[in-house]
């Protein structure tokens, strides 16, 4: 096997392109080999086998604040700092960068309409009758689709030459060409649940999209979106939103890459799995069809046996009274504003919104609470190896701030569906 043969296809075009400037540079990332730092083991060994087969082109790793490898015609960018999202966007030559910086204003800030005509393009290629992308960027508008059309016509007539045929051994190039798509965002889904309105094939299809991403299990997502959500059930609509909420911050869902493998992490993917099957049963005993008193009290024991592992947090007895519908005690919400404050203790505010406002009565914070609960009981707390890994870090300090973002949405839901017609029980 040669070595070239060692670099995925895409890699591969996107170099060639970078070579030939039909792209000003690419960026190779340490998370897709499992790995954090741009200098660990796995990405310095790929980065090897491409600076052989491509040894004039520029090697950047020491930059802030993006992690990765940026591979550029003429330009080093080590030593550089405060290197921002529009400034990257150019870097790489995507045709929309300068809608990035709107685009992460907006979902950064829960104030802010929602963009709806929020589109995303991919430059995609055919090769062996088998369809990559190259890359991809988030525009607004559709404004950016001539220059990838130019660009993806640029990529053909330079793939072609025969110049490349040594390195493009046993690789047919069909044709380079642009996909684009309207996105339809979490708030969008989210609208939809809050007022009970039947979800659309395509949004049922960008949910079970928005859940794989929190932990890449498509049988997790697939089985919670067209197996087990019922769409006339607001406690499931409930549930949905704060699961979809947690998409938007990426609340400690998202599969922990941190270089090289601990105990620590390895117990954080653990509690993922946990996190995962737990959503999962939670759901079950919430459809309609385990309503009644008995069928509630089994999903119950169901539940201690499948998820809770015998855990006797007493945030499981709340639990068991929101899957009743039964009113919380003074306790059981100074227990919930407790455990909140621990998740960010600069948000004691949307902490006490949350356990204060919850209404038994309203399914949608049935729903809702149900998801925290099972979110901030310890034993399904990714926060704390985090914390164990990376004490006083800038990744820890940056994952509570995103944990504060995630709270302050939620309590603001809290109020929304507090003022919202929703139906009762």
Not at 121 to 149: H, V
Not at 156 to 168: A, I, W
Not at 369 to 385: A, F, G, H, K, R
Request: glycine fraction near 4%; hydrophobic fraction near 35%; include cysteine.
């Amino acid at each position: 096997m040669s070595s070239v043969s060692r670099i995925d296809n895409s890699t591969l075009i996107n170099l060639i392109l970078v070579d030939a400037e039909i792209r000003p540079a690419m960026l190779i990332q340490p998370i897709n080999f499992g790995e954090w730092e741009a200098t660990d083991v796995n990405i310095t060994n790929y980065m090897n086998i491409i600076k052989k087969h491509f040894p004039n082109l520029k090697y950047s790793n020491k930059y802030e604040w993006f992690q990765g490898v940026i591979v550029s015609k003429h330009n080093d960018y080590n030593n550089r700092t405060n290197i921002n999202n529009l400034e990257m966007g150019q870097i790489l030559g995507y045709p929309g960068a300068h809608d990035f910086d709107i685009i992460m204003k907006n979902e950064m800030d829960l104030y802010l309409p929602d963009i709806d005509n929020q589109y995303t393009i991919e430059l995609m290629i055919d090769i062996n009758d088998e369809s990559i992308q190259l890359f991809s960027n988030r525009c607004i508008g559709e404004a950016s689709i001539p220059k990838y059309q130019e660009l993806a016509k640029k990529a053909n007539d330079e793939l072609t030459k025969p110049k490349y045929n040594k390195l493009l051994t046993d690789i047919y190039i069909q044709k380079v060409y642009v996909k684009s798509q309207k996105n339809i965002s979490v708030n969008t889904i989210s609208e939809s649940l809050i007022h009970n309105n039947k979800l659309s094939t395509e949004e049922l299809s960008e949910l079970a999209n928005y859940i794989w991403n929190l932990g890449d299990l498509t049988a997790q997502s697939d089985e919670i979106v067209y197996k087990l959500y019922e769409h006339n059930n607001p406690i499931h609509n409930g549930m949905l939103i704060c699961i979809l909420i947690s998409c938007d911050y990426k609340y400690c869902r998202e599969k922990p890459i941190f270089g090289k493998k601990s105990s620590e992490l390895t117990h954080m993917e653990e509690i993922q799995q946990k996190w995962f099957k737990g959503i999962i049963e939670l759901f079950i005993c919430t459809r309609r069809s385990s309503c009644s008193i008995l069928d509630t009290i089994n999903s119950y024991i169901g539940l201690q046996k499948k998820i809770l592992y015998e855990i006797t947090h007493p945030l499981i007895k709340v639990i068991y009274k929101v899957i009743n519908g039964q009113p919380l005690s003074v306790l059981d919400r100074d227990l919930i504003y407790t455990h909140l404050i621990q998740v960010s203790d600069k948000y004691t505010e949307n902490s006490h919104k949350i356990s204060t406002i919850y209404d038994p009565t309203n399914p949608l914070h049935i729903g809702m609470m149900l998801v925290i609960l099972l979110q901030i009981i310890p034993e399904y707390d990714t926060t704390i190896p985090l914390q164990h890994l990376f004490p006083c870090s800038n990744i820890y300090i940056s994952f509570k701030t995103l944990c504060g973002a995630w709270l302050n949405r939620i309590a603001w839901l809290f109020e929304q569906t507090n003022k919202t017609d929703t139906i009762r029980r």
